[in-house]
């Protein structure tokens, strides 16, 4: 799905990013982690070809993400960033609809808005339709843009990728949990997501395996029981933890201080 070979990233001659390599899999829910500054939203810019990464070997698909052309990349990935304008002039509806732009020129057709109505019903945000965009609430607007991403993977392409930038802030608990289920459900279809996500145990319970980032450098991707341990998550966190097993999908439950 995804091939990552000696990746790097300078900003004002400060390596950001440097000799990333991995490779991922159609079907995966992969998390990102890593304390502050780690390169999180940086390097999911990179794999969103939105920032000039250098790199010996990226594709997608098993095609250089170069050769996209760009009319064709929406059709195969979608990205959800952490900052959205906090002033849109449009209706909650038509921010969703705006996840089908790739698919019409003038007007949505009657597939379109089925869709819209069908990503506002899963994300929860059907009811704030005729609600002004600049009333709502910060989960709110998060759910919206949630639905708009999904809104635009939509379609017949296979194996489509999913970036999602923090997308669980400001949600509250249920929807932070409803959230990962939908994105969980995205990937079974085959599809793949990469996640950034600060909440180390959720990353746990939801992720097929775990991209630790540290100062810009891989520490570790594998499967979350073999990411989080006490000595690395203490070191690379540089604060005391301890891990204990689920008591029910024994995944590890990591308890800070």
Known sequence: MIQILDLNFKAKDRFLL?????????GELIAI????????????????TEIPYQAQKFSFK?????????????HHRAKFSQHQSAEINLKNYEIVLMGRYPYFKNDADTTDIEIVEKWMKKTETK????????QLSGGEKQRLHLARVFAQLENKVENKLLLLDEPLNNLDVAHQFKTLHLIKEFTEQKNTALVVLHDLNIAAQFADRLILLNKGSIEMFDKPTKVLTTER???????PCIITPHPQTQQPIILFG
């Open 127 to 134: 009811h704030l339709t005729d609600r002004a965009y600049e």
């Open 62 to 74: 098993n095609i250089d993400v170069k050769s996209y052309k760009k009319e064709d990349i929406p």
């Open 233 to 239: 998550i203490t070191r690379v966190y540089q604060y």
């Open 18 to 26: 440097k000799n990333i390599n991995l490779e991922i899999n159609k």
């Open 33 to 48: 982690v890593g304390p502050n500054g780690a390169g999180k939203s940086t390097f999911l810019s990179c794999v969103a």
